[in-house]
């Protein structure tokens, strides 16, 4: 069996998801207003010789949230005070990008959370992708990918990935992307998710090219595991994985061994299917430092995790690079 899903079969299962959660409303939250001004962060953490006009720092993270219906979720704490307290809690990191949030939206958005700009939901299951981007940086032009293949459960909604332009300073941008791939390992959803990252690297490789990128997301693959392609979207792309470039330097052996499922037990030394990938270009140099798996701050107060991941984040520092300004700005997508 083919493992591409037509657009008619997607809307065949969208439409039967639909009658499932029929409570569901077909649109999402608003964003909040833009705001004019731009964050500046004086930490460089190891670029020297610049003032706060040509380099900085910002904080980011990437969160899978569990916001599937309460009823089909795995995570172990109720999900609207959950995500409510998730929605809080991430204010303290510049660019955020989560993972699963379908029916809980409004409670990560308008309980407390503080960032100037926020994607436009694209709604609940069966509908919406689950992407979105939180930022105290203007956040620009963006657009949302499904993917052309995916097997089991990923195929009851438009799962994919969404392509951003981040504004770091005047003038300057950095290519962002949030990334879901298809989950599970057996033989048809790796293939899957093989193809996933396929349409990944290619989408990047045209729109993207030449350009600084960060990719954060749930990539639901390992850098060992025989049946994931990961050191391909690296190579073909000039990508460095944070968790890689700030510990183990290198790749992992591949094996034909099963990933371990056990996701919430994750540390900084240990690989995350949550990942964090970057590189620089002529105009905008990148560094990282900070990688953390956010162990204790997402936490309830019983101290159990508010989701069914740990969060990572870690910090970019940024340098400007010769004298001229970014001349690509916002580029449109054709």
């Not at 705001?35 to 610049?50: A, D, F, K, M, W």
């Not at 193809?195 to 090219?209: C, P, T, V, W, Y």
């Given at each position: ?6 657009v008619?079969?997607?809307a ?6 639909a ?17 004019e ?7 460089t ?59 809980y ?9 503080s960032?100037?700009?926020?994607t ?37 909604t ?54 600084a ?12 595991f ?11 792309n ?8 700030l ?5 992992p052996?591949v ?17 995350s ?30 101290d159990?995790?508010?989701?069914d ?26």
């Amino acid at each position: 069996m083919s493992l591409k899903l037509t657009v008619r079969n997607r809307a065949v299962l969208q439409v039967a998801m639909a009658f499932v959660f029929l409570i569901i409303p077909l649109t999402g939250w608003e964003v909040v207003s833009a705001r004019e001004n731009i964050p500046v962060h004086s930490s460089t953490n190891g670029l020297q010789g610049c003032d706060t006009l040509r380099c900085g720092s910002f904080s980011v993270l990437t969160y899978n949230i569990a916001g599937l219906p309460e009823i089909i979720s795995s995570a172990k704490t109720k999900r609207a005070s959950s995500i409510a307290r998730i929605g809080r809690l991430i204010n303290q990191f510049d660019v955020v990008n989560v993972q699963e949030d379908f029916n809980y939206n409004k409670y990560l958005y308008h309980s407390g959370n503080s960032h100037s700009f926020r994607t436009k939901t694209k709604g609940k299951v069966p509908f919406g992708d689950g992407l979105n981007t939180l930022s105290h940086y203007p956040v620009h032009q963006t657009v949302r990918i499904p993917w052309s293949h995916c097997t089991g459960a990923d195929c009851l909604t438009p799962k994919g990935f969404t392509y951003s332009r981040l504004q770091i300073a005047k003038d300057q941008f950095i290519d962002l992307y949030n990334v879901h791939t298809n989950a599970y390992n057996h033989p048809s959803a790796a293939a899957a998710r093989r193809e996933n990252i396929r349409q990944l690297s290619a989408f990047i490789e045209k729109k993207s090219a030449n350009q600084a990128v960060i990719i954060m997301g749930d990539l639901n693959a390992h850098y060992d595991f025989h049946l994931d392609n990961l050191p391909e979207l690296l190579s073909k792309n000039n990508l460095k994985d944070a968790w890689l470039e700030l510990g183990r330097q290198k790749l992992p052996v591949v094996t034909t061994r099963l990933p371990d499922d056990r996701i919430l037990q994750v540390n900084n030394q240990t690989e995350s299917i949550d990942k964090i990938l970057y590189r620089s270009n002529d105009q905008v140099k990148l560094l990282v430092s900070d990688y953390q798996v956010q162990h204790q701050l997402f936490k309830n107060e019983s101290d159990i995790p508010l989701s069914d991941h740990h969060p990572v984040g870690i910090v970019f520092s940024w340098q400007l690079l010769g004298s001229s300004a970014y001349e690509n700005g916002l580029t449109a997508l054709k």
